[in-house]
């Protein structure tokens, strides 16, 4: 372009002058776009790498036993209470599977939390049927 | 639909006490009237003088005479005279024999009378000790309704925890979606769908830990974010929280590629975090021998510490930016940790040391404290902005980290080590498993060489293995002869 411009005549340099800086600014402008969208863009829709769920025996603090342990706890006192007539074994038993559900994973089968309230809710009934006088308190 | 079961759940409940309750004592209520006629018949005799009684006897306490008839089955089982649960018992059966006399003692009517009074009276106070079990009245099931009052404040907790945890996740990930969705190509995955598409949501993983995969950008392979919050949903979660405070927090593990990170294993953070970490974790406490070192030379506030390989990474990582960046949000960091050898915890075996070395990964990991400290509100959720910002930063910034040639063969020579004194430690080991997978080959072929039914192959087998152990057995001749003479 400047090689161009000096071998111009002077008229023709007037002329040509502003157009080749429009051109020039142009060109620059656009490189330099490109550039920062190449900065600026970050993202590469190539590089996707789909979710894999972290197996448990890495991920030790998503195994939280709570649920587990309550569920048979809640399993083992509602047998006591219904066996042995306890009425406030049947009743620790339907809060440990309050206490399962409200710690559960998501991805657990609600089969198993339904079953275990059921089986605690039946050991409350069965022992007021059994034998409907109220509750002695402890002390 | 969950809340729903839990609602029906002590609805149920109270619906099936109230039948149960009410079947035993539904006669006895209504033999109020029943019981003053009773009372009647059996003064028939003395009617005069009965009536005047019996309308006293009514009046003065009429709360104790509803307990009596409470127990009148039982009572109407045993005698009379074992109305006797205290009080005189001389004086009711005098008055009773003295009415057992006959209709015409009138004289020894008063006495009787008067006897029957005092055994009235002895009902009475009596029936004030009734047990109260045997009461018919709501107030003697107050257990029960502790126990479904507490049930019912669990449920309301439940709601109230879980719509919280929803509220303040749904918050961090709207202020922090911009930042994600400028710099990944795919954010929030879970992993069914056939196409990578980006979910926009995060994975609900429990009611309080939530899950977000982003994916599709330089540098790195992935960024997996865990919002771990509290567990409001739990009631004795929540009351272990009044004596032990605890805060949410945001865990960000971002894998990287091989040739995205140099060799070098750095963890700042926490005095505290830093003890717990380099004691847990397998690559901290291997690379990392030395204890950790005040931030503060470095020019870190004086709570924080710094774990690293060598001085020349904590330099390299430690720019202005980074210094920067920890100082403002010194309070909200608990730990960053950028390994090329992360594999984890340590994991304890019971049959002492695994046989291969664990696999390890280039891995950088932060965790942030969300401010609040449990008691934190959406609004809290725009401060962790700055701290994402830092971590696109840290991803960026350890691209370009490299080692100069020193602490290159340095840091490959500390992994010699760690490679050597794995190897040595299972030495032993290895040793045991060789020969016994030597001794199955060998049992093997045996066996083979004894199921083939055609003799004649059968010798050439035998033939052809012990050709080969002879083979063996003299190499290994050979090999000790060569290292004698070498020895020489």
């Known amino acids: 372009m400047p090689l161009l411009l000096t071998s111009c005549s002077p008229l023709r340099r007037s002329l040509l002058c502003p157009v080749s800086l429009f051109f020039i600014h142009k060109t620059a402008n656009l490189s330099l776009i490109m550039s920062s969208n190449n900065m600026a863009d970050p993202r590469r829709q190539n590089k996707i790498l789909r979710y894999k769920a972290p197996s448990t025996e890495t991920n030790v603090t998503l195994e939280d036993p709570t649920p587990d342990y309550m569920n048979l706890l809640g399993m083992i006192f509602s047998m006591c209470g219904l066996m042995l007539k306890l009425k406030w074994c049947a009743w620790i038993a339907v809060y440990c599977s309050f206490i399962s559900f409200a710690n559960s994973r998501s991805s657990e089968d609600t089969k198993q939390m339904m079953s275990s309230f059921m089986l605690s809710i039946s050991a409350v009934v069965m022992s007021y049927l059994q034998n409907p006088q109220p509750m002695s308190p402890p002390w | ?488």
């Open chain 2, 1 to 488: 639909m969950r809340t729903l079961y839990l609602l029906l759940i002590p609805a149920l409940l109270l619906l099936l006490a109230i039948p149960v309750s009410r079947g035993r004592y539904n006669d006895d209520f209504d033999d109020g009237e029943d019981l003053a006629d009773f009372d009647d018949n059996d003064f028939a005799e003395f009617e005069d003088m009965n009536d005047d009684l019996a309308s006293e006897a009514e009046t003065t306490p009429p709360p104790p005479r509803a307990s009596p008839s409470s127990q009148p089955e039982e009572e109407e089982d045993e005698d009379e005279a074992t109305v006797e649960l205290e009080g005189d018992q001389d004086g009711f059966e005098d008055s009773d024999t003295q009415v057992a006399d006959g209709p015409g003692s009138r004289d020894g009517f008063s006495h009787s009378f008067n006897g029957r009074k005092e055994a009235k009276r002895q009902i009475s106070s009596a029936a004030l000790q009734v047990p109260a079990h045997l009461q018919n009245s709501w107030e003697s099931y107050y257990m029960e309704i502790l126990m479904v009052t507490g049930l019912l404040a669990y449920i309301m907790n439940y709601i109230i925890g879980k719509n919280k945890n929803g509220r303040l996740a749904q918050a961090w990930f709207n202020s922090h979606r911009e930042l994600l969705e400028s710099n990944f190509a795919l954010v929030g995955d879970d992993g069914t769908s056939k196409e990578a598409v980006s979910t926009g949501k995060l994975n609900q993983e429990n009611e309080h830990i939530y899950n977000l995969w982003c994916s599709g950008r330089v540098c790195c392979e992935g960024m997996l974010i865990q919002l771990k919050f509290l567990k409001r949903q739990d009631l004795l979660n929540v009351l272990a929280r009044m004596m032990r405070p605890a805060g949410d927090q945001v865990q960000i593990k971002v894998t990287l590629n091989e040739e995205d990170m140099d060799t070098f294993v750095f963890a700042v953070g926490t005095k505290k975090a830093m003890a717990r970490l380099q004691k847990e974790m397998q690559d901290l406490s291997e690379f990392c021998g030395d204890k950790p070192k005040s931030g503060s030379k470095y020019g870190l506030p004086d709570s924080l510490a710094i774990l690293s390989e060598m001085g020349e990474v904590t330099d390299g990582v430690m720019d202005n930016k980074m210094v920067h960046y920890i100082t403002n949000h010194a309070d909200k960091i608990e730990s960053i940790h950028f390994s090329d050898q992360f594999s984890g915890p340590k994991i304890m075996q019971e049959e002492g040391q695994p046989l291969k070395l664990p696999e390890t990964k280039k891995t950088l990991l932060f965790t942030f404290n969300v401010p609040g400290m449990g008691n934190t509100s959406t609004k809290d959720m725009d401060a962790l902005l700055p701290l994402m910002n830092m971590v696109i930063y840290s991803i960026d910034k350890v691209k370009k980290l490299r080692l100069n040639r020193e602490g290159k063969q340095k840091a490959d020579r500390n992994r010699a080590r760690v490679e050597e004194n794995f190897l040595k430690q299972t030495h032993a080991q290895r040793q045991e498993a060789a020969q016994t997978r030597r001794e199955e080959k060998k049992r093997a072929e045996k066996e083979r060489i004894m199921n083939e039914e055609d003799p004649e192959r059968q010798r050439r087998l035998e033939e052809a293995a012990q050709r080969r152990e002879q083979k063996k057995i003299e190499k290994k001749q050979m090999k000790m002869k060569q290292i004698k003479v070498k020895a020489m």
